[in-house]
């Protein structure tokens, strides 16, 4: 369940666009607080990810996204997604075949760095489950 809920939050709440009367800040788990921080990353930064190409983002953005979404238990120490563990997590056949079926793809991205690869892999589960 940690997964599952630290993956609804990174996508719902860095990628999909915010509302100004929602403080973002407020939503920030520590854990993504603290990747932010230890890797000089600025909120602003995150939010921008939609407007850029890849090789446009900062190594320290990648890594802070790699960062979260490794406390998170979503990717390894080399940035690819855990879908397997995500998967155990659930009980449910109907929600482990959607994940399976709309992640599979997610796996195994080659990105220039450990970092990058971490990104792709949020690009992604982002573009199979909110597309």
Wanted: hydrophobic share 45%.
């Amino acid at each position: 369940m940690k997964s599952y809920l630290a993956l609804t939050l990174v996508l719902g709440c860095l990628l999909e666009p915010i509302t100004a009367t929602i403080s973002l800040r407020r939503l920030l788990r520590p854990g993504v607080a603290e990747c932010l921080a230890y890797h000089s990353v600025e909120l602003d930064d995150l939010l921008a990810l939609n407007d850029r190409p890849i090789i446009a983002i900062d190594l320290h953005v990648k890594c802070a996204v790699k960062c979260f979404l490794k406390n998170a238990g979503i990717v390894d120490d080399q940035g690819d997604l855990q879908l397997a563990e995500i998967m155990d997590i659930f009980n449910d056949t109907i929600i482990k075949n959607f994940l399976f079926h709309h992640l599979s793809e997610c796996q195994n991205l080659d990105g220039e760095s450990t970092c990058e690869t971490g990104l792709l892999t949020l690009l992604c589960i982002r573009k199979h489950l909110f597309s």
